[in-house]
């Protein structure tokens, strides 16, 4: 399958700092990525939706300034943590789209990053 | 909307024993339906997959059915190993955005 790597892998800040995360398609160009977050045991919330070149779309409830996304290449995408704080504390997953065929149909499917475990102090 | 609903955990077994962790959908049209497994400190991996009624998905031992009458996609398999100690997701894809609407996930345990 195709190759998603995330950077860092594990991060550690203090109160009030911002945290940028990268996401990138090693081998394939990636229109769409999307990011999560993971907490503790729990399943995989979906933050935003990012496509190259466009804003970012978010679920509700995701403040987008808090959470800054950019895609600025078919290959990379970024995270921003804006003045964190230890309640942002999570691990934060990437996944790229890969267009292997029609989104949805036969072939279409995610391929998800490493993840990146951020704690803030 | 899409949604996933799987068994509740955490679910332990013995190595050797069967497994069946059930998985049941609620979508428009005809989802794509996925399992993914997550080991400690890890992303996502995908498992398997099925993209239509009936097709089976399998993939290191595991096997899943496309079960659209009961609108189901269980995971099993015949013989679990202490290397399968994981948590498992259930997930689809129903429309052209992409989107991944995940179950809450099953936490497999398994002993010696």
């Known amino acids: 399958g195709a190759v998603v790597s995330q950077h860092p892998s594990r991060v550690i800040c203090k109160s009030g700092t911002s945290v940028k995360i990268e996401c990138r398609s090693l081998?394939?160009?990636?229109?769409?990525m999307f990011w999560y977050r993971q907490f503790p045991k729990k399943s995989l919330m979906l933050m935003a939706t990012s496509n190259e070149g466009s804003k970012a779309t978010y679920e509700q409830g995701v403040e987008k300034d808090k959470f800054l996304i950019n895609h600025a290449s078919l290959t990379l995408s970024t995270l921003t943590v804006t003045s964190a704080h230890p309640e942002d504390s999570s691990f934060y997953i990437c996944s790229a789209a890969g267009r292997t065929g029609l989104a949805g149909g036969p072939g279409y499917e995610q391929f998800f990053g490493p993840g990146t475990r951020l704690t803030v102090l | 909307g899409d949604s996933v609903t799987q068994m509740e955990g955490p679910v332990t077994l013995s190595e050797e024993a069967c497994l069946t962790i059930?998985?049941?959908?609620?979508?428009?049209?005809?989802?794509?339906l996925f399992w993914y497994v997550q080991y400690p400190g890890e992303g996502l991996q995908l498992l398997l997959k099925?993209?239509?009624?009936?097709d089976k998905g399998s993939n290191k031992g595991f096997e899943a059915t496309y079960r659209k009458e009961t609108t189901s996609f269980h995971l099993e398999k015949g013989s679990v190993q202490v290397s399968d100690s994981a948590v498992y997701f259930c997930?689809?894809?129903?429309?052209?955005?992409?989107?991944?609407?995940f179950g809450q996930g099953t936490i497999l345990t398994v002993h010696p």
């Open positions: 059930n998985c049941t959908y609620t979508a428009t049209g005809y989802p794509s």
């Open positions: 099925a993209t239509k009624a009936d």
């Open positions: 081998d394939f160009q990636a229109t769409t």
């Open positions: 997930a689809l894809i129903s429309t052209s955005y992409g989107k991944l609407t």
